[in-house]
């Protein structure tokens, strides 16, 4: 909404308050004011210009060289406009002159005439080209004959104005126009506001003589009202009204049209002009549409409409799609003579869908689709007669055709001053609350204590005791209300052992190195899948924006590889990134997808980068393995983890492997795939993503501590030579199988394979401690432990010891 | 005899002096005071001596043998000394080589943000509530006050995966599962999470960003009470200097509705860049919660009022530490994330 301050000073007294100061005021009390525009733009030196004689330029086609009276002088201005002619009154900017874009005026020579200054199109001035008259889009703009050569250009064209830019949240339709603008100014300033004085002389032929009017439709269309106004004259508006539109951001048209969109824009209320005679039938009848009637509107677009779709009609086909844009073959034009003002009240629901389903929102399906006041729709359309009878000379016939099934009794609330000040926490007096009630022109009477309102329906935002006290505050301030804190039942708040969890991942693994990465959990519909650690549906959205953010993600690697991409194509070529989200998979019973928390690591480049010691190494399967084997551990779950090597798509088959927690696949990691590096252009990458959901909620043992050592325990180093397929794992497995309970710890330390070991064989060593918390071991028992894995090993794993 | 005895030591003495290191020293010990040297042969030659001569003699030779001692331990003391001063010399290095790199990933700038905020309100004895990225219709919309057609729901533009499922818009749904799973109890908690809305992304607009928003629910909890609240929080995360003022403004989910500001922190409040010269910011939005929002989760609101508040650690983040496109948070370019590493004053 574009409010220009000097239309508001039509209704209520703003004078002597600076723009800025009131457009803070606004802010404080609840409308922001988005910007304040300085419409005469720092311009001086524009001018009334008479054009006492205009002939071509001899030396070029497109000139003409004008003799112009500015006041002071009549002085010579070439001007290159097609519609420039002697005899107009022009607007002239002297030499001097600054114009909007910092364009400074010079005295100058065009083909060899001189020229001083330049006679001005409306967007020379600043005007949008949008709203600029059609006559005059092409070419300059022409002032009323009455203009006087040398008079101030600016005040005469409205320029010599601030308009501010309102942000209206969508409660405050009552600001959707002048008088509600001017309610609540005035209500900020404390003053009372100057109402439009609708008075005109009524010819004593009856509307309804000349117009039928029948509302099928009753439920979308409570109440309609039609005038009728006869011998207009179409024309142009006089100055001052079309300025005012062109504040507004509305372009003028013609004197009825611009009349109706005046009042649209001072009341709120939209009405539409028809052409009476182009109606035909004398009638105009309130329907639905049949499916697939057809409509030309205004814009010349043909619709196609649907059956609940309002429509005006002339009894045989549609003249307007009701509250959003009126049709073309009924439209107001040059010979037009008789006008049907039409004032409704068209249901929110149902403008709100034709708008939308048509694609078309209109400064009046604006309005509708918040509900307008059901007691303006009468008034508006007596503000237009009045209007039209003054401006376009109109007649305007006596009474109005009517169709009225609205509700229009207020509001009642009933509220104590008590009930308000517990809800803010305040002591404002009962007199204050009716002080601040009255300046808001909101009646209110105290009955036994009580507030008893009568929301006006201009504020359709006023229903319940909560939106008084919110009137109250805002008008009290904000400022006023003390602070306090809650008092509660008190609960011990903080983290579930869940959040706490993850925080703890998040802190493992960053003090590893790795870097946290937000992605997007929209993807394509083909990379959805890729990775998942289950199979399930996709979830698609109906209308994606792009075939790229179309479907929910079902692993985080996808997006972690993207993330990698875009590092190493920008020369970052060891980047180690985590992520933890939601992945969605299939569908639950309450039909929405079932979100599971997962976490994701990819790395690529190199791990260790300490060159100048001679020390590098990439990042390999260990490195990440070693990291989840950190990270389990941290979370209490040492030896319940176990590696299985697996086939996955798109990852290398040699060196990728399932995550178990206590048997269960709960994760994979591993190498991807040479030819996903490809694609991605990615070098030797390694990734891994588990369920944390259930990671997290797995139940790990009690932390208790055990004894600090108190007796020395005994290593012995095993060297084996075994197959190469036999895993580090099976012998693991045999040794702690074997090595009962004296067994401790077992760490492999030595892996060979190559010169001196046989052809499909590998040397692996182990060492192993022996322990026994009770007292000091005897070599007779470990050399009995001992024997016993060393026997294990041979006879279970083919093992040969080595010297 | 004596004089053997005399010569012996001067020998002795500057051959010690002359020891230019451990190993020559010791050679040195050996020579003259181990088992097979000619002290301990003049020792062992005593009994040649006449019996009065021998303890004069005896005397003579321990006097030498102390000297001799002596002497070797103060020149023992100073080679090593001058040993151990060699191989520090030997070692030393220079102390501005790099030094090796301690692995160091850090928190993305939004989970900064967003612990930040959990952690002042844990401090108040607020709980963290989550719920599901993907909606009901229901609970993002028509439990929050917003029933199918209700105009406001233009100025949140969905993704929709049916006609009754959504990706949320914001993470209040979360407030109204909560309330609903409360039956009537008394709440304080805290919701961060994803939120998605449909926006073309540029520099000021993501489909993808994050909310965190805070509910209190309870018998006589009042509009001061959300002031006080939110005052605190402006403190604690934009510097204890801070001063809020609260702007009316209109959600569906709550009544009266205002919009935070705080004093500019860049500027103090004179007018800066970061604050369009306003000296405010716009941080929040919050209100006290709709009676009918509590009504449909099955609160009195006659008995029971609430207050609830919303923010976008993105637009913390970018005013915080003057990032100036938000697509920077959903980049993960590695030169952005890594300067999120360090504490702040």
Avoid at chain 1, 514 to 535: D, H, P, R
Avoid at chain 1, 544 to 562: A, D, K
Avoid at chain 1, 633 to 658: C, Q, V, Y
Avoid at chain 2, 249 to 273: L, Q, R
């Amino acid at each position: 909404m574009l409010v220009s301050t000097k239309w508001l000073s039509k209704y209520v007294n703003i004078n002597g308050i600076a723009p800025a100061d009131l457009a803070e005021r606004i802010t404080r009390a609840g409308i922001e004011v988005d910007s304040i525009i300085n419409r005469s733009q720092g311009m001086t030196n524009v001018v009334v210009g008479h054009v006492k004689e205009c002939v071509k330029h001899p030396e070029a086609d497109k000139l003409n060289i004008c003799q112009v009276d500015v006041g002071e002088e009549t002085t010579q201005i070439i001007c290159g406009a097609p519609n420039v002619a002697q005899g107009q009154k022009v607007i002239v900017a002297r030499p001097g002159a600054v114009l909007p874009g910092g364009v400074k005026i010079k005295k100058a020579k065009l083909r060899g005439e001189e020229s001083n200054g330049m006679i001005c199109s409306l967007q020379e001035l600043g005007i949008e080209g949008k709203l600029v008259p059609k006559a005059y889009a092409e070419g300059i703009y022409v002032l009323p004959k009455d203009a006087l050569p040398g008079e101030d250009a600016l005040p005469l064209l409205g320029l010599d104005d601030t308009v501010l830019e309102f942000d209206l949240t969508p409660n405050r339709s009552d600001a959707l126009s002048m008088l509600g603008v001017a309610y609540e100014v005035g209500a900020i300033l404390s003053q009372g506001i100057a109402l439009p004085d609708i008075n005109y002389d009524q010819a004593s032929e009856k509307a309804e003589d000349l117009l039928k009017l029948r509302v099928e439709a009753t439920h979308d269309n409570p109440m309609y009202v039609a005038k009728v106004v006869k011998n207009v004259t179409i024309s142009e508006s006089p100055l001052w009204l079309q300025n005012y539109l062109m504040a507004a951001g509305v372009r003028p048209h013609n004197n009825v049209v611009d009349i109706t969109n005046f009042v649209l824009m001072e009341y709120g209320q939209p009405l539409h002009a028809f052409d009476y005679d182009r109606l035909e039938t004398g009638e105009i009848v309130v329907r639905h549409a049949e499916e697939g009637e057809k409509i030309v509107t205004l814009d010349d677009a043909e619709r196609t409409l649907r059956s609940h779709n309002l429509v005006i009609t002339n009894g045989k086909e549609p003249v307007a799609l009701a509250g959003v844009m009126g049709g073309a073959n009924s439209e107001v034009h040059d010979g037009t003579t008789t006008v049907v003002i039409e004032s409704a009240y068209f249901a929110p629901a149902s403008v709100r869908q034709t708008s939308k389903e048509v694609g078309l929102r209109s400064d009046a399906s604006a309005r509708f689709e918040k509900g307008v006041d059901p007691n303006r729709v009468q008034e508006a359309a007596e503000r237009a007669a009045q209007l039209i009878a003054e401006l376009a000379g109109g007649a305007v016939l006596a009474g109005s055709v009517v169709f009225d099934e609205l509700e229009k009794t207020p509001e009642r609330i009933v509220i104590s001053p008590d009930y308000i000040n517990s809800r803010l926490g305040m002591k404002i007096s009962m007199d204050e609350m009716m002080t601040i009630l009255k300046r808001l022109q909101i009646p209110t009477d105290a009955v036994n204590g009580q507030l008893v309102i009568d929301a006006p329906t201009r504020r359709q935002d006023l229903k319940i005791k909560e939106d008084i006290i919110e009137e109250i505050a805002r008008m009290h301030g904000y400022d006023e209300i003390p602070k306090t804190l809650p008092v509660t039942e008190s609960v011990p708040g903080g983290l579930t052992p869940y959040q706490a969890k993850r925080r703890v991942v998040r802190d493992f693994l960053e003090g590893a190195g790795l870097y946290q990465a937000i992605t997007y959990s929209l993807t394509s519909k083909e990379q959805s899948q890729a990775f998942a650690l289950e199979t399930a549906e996709t979830t698609d959205l109906l209308m994606p924006m792009s075939e790229e953010r179309s479907t929910l993600r079902q692993s985080l690697i996808p997006h972690l590889l993207e993330a990698l991409t875009y590092n190493v194509a920008r020369r970052m070529d060891s980047v180690a990134l985590y992520e933890t989200g939601s992945v969605f998979l299939g569908m639950e019973e309450d039909g929405l997808p079932k979100e599971v928390e997962h976490l994701a690591v990819a790395m690529t480049g190199q791990w260790v980068d300490h060159a100048w010691q001679g020390e590098s190494k990439n990042v390999d399967f260990f490195v990440l393995k070693g990291i989840v084997e950190g990270l389990m551990n941290r979370l209490g779950f040492s030896d319940r983890l176990t590696f299985e090597k697996a086939a996955i798509a798109g990852m290398h088959p040699g060196r990728t492997a399932d995550i178990l927690l206590d048997g269960n696949r709960v994760g994979l990691i591993g190498q991807l795939h040479p030819s996903e590096m490809k694609k991605r252009d990615l070098k030797e990458t390694y990734v891994m993503e588990i369920n944390l959901a259930d990671v997290l909620k797995a139940e790990t043992a009690e932390l208790i501590y055990k004894p600090v050592p108190r007796f020395p325990s005994m290593t012995r180093d095993i060297a084996l030579v075994v197959s190469k397929e036999t895993t580090a794992g099976k012998l693991e497995h045999i040794i702690r199988d074997a090595g009962g309970k004296l067994l401790k710890d077992v760490k492999l330390f030595d892996l060979y394979e190559g010169k001196n070991v046989e052809e499909g064989k590998k040397s692996i060593a182990f060492s192993l401690t022996y322990f026994d918390p009770e007292r000091t071991l005897t070599d007779e028992e470990v050399v009995k432990a001992h024997d016993k894995v060393l026997t294990a090993l041979t006879t279970q794993a083919d093992a040969q010891l080595r010297g | 005899m004596e004089q053997q005895l005399q010569q012996l030591k001067e020998e002795a003495l500057k051959k010690i002096q002359d020891a230019s290191d451990v190993k020559e020293l010791n050679d040195v010990r050996v020579a003259y005071l181990g088992k097979k040297g000619p002290i301990t042969d003049l020792l062992k030659g005593m009994g040649k001596l006449p019996a009065e001569e021998r303890p004069k003699m005896g005397a003579l030779v321990n006097v030498v043998r102390e000297t001799v001692t002596e002497a070797l331990e103060s020149r023992m003391t100073l080679l090593e000394e001058a040993a151990i001063q060699a191989q520090l010399e030997n070692e030393s290095i220079d102390v501005t080589l790099p030094g090796r790199p301690a692995p160091a990933g850090n928190h993305h700038p939004l989970t900064r943000v967003v612990e930040e905020i959990e952690d002042f309100f844990i401090s108040m004895g607020y709980e963290i509530a989550e719920g599901p990225e993907v909606e009901k219709d229901y609970y993002n919309f028509e439990a929050l006050n917003l029933p199918k057609g209700h105009p406001a729901r233009d100025m949140q533009d969905s993704f929709y995966i049916s006609e009754d499922i959504l990706l949320r818009t914001h993470t209040s749904p979360v407030q109204a599962r909560t309330m609903e799973a409360k039956k009537g109890e008394a709440i304080k908690i805290i919701c961060p999470g994803k939120v998605y809305r449909r926006d073309n992304d540029d520099a000021t607009h993501s489909h993808q960003f994050t909310q965190i928003e805070g509910l209190v629910v309870g018998e006589n909890i009042r509009m001061s009470d959300l002031k006080g609240t939110l005052d605190l929080f402006a403190k604690k995360m934009f510097g204890a200097d801070r001063e809020i003022r609260l702007r009316p403004s209109f959600f569906p989910f709550t009544e009266p509705s205002v919009e935070m500001d705080i004093s500019c922190f860049k500027c103090g409040g004179a007018g800066c860049n970061v604050c369009k010269k306003t000296g405010w910011i716009e941080i929040l939005g919050a209100g006290m919660v709709h009676p009918n929002v509590l009504k449909m989760a099955g609160y009195d609101p006659s008995v029971v009022t609430g207050f609830a508040f919303g923010m976008g650690p993105e637009r913390i983040a970018m005013l915080k530490y003057g990032v100036e496109d938000i697509r920077h948070f959903y980049t993960n370019d590695i030169r952005f994330i890594s300067q999120f590493n360090r504490t702040e004053a």
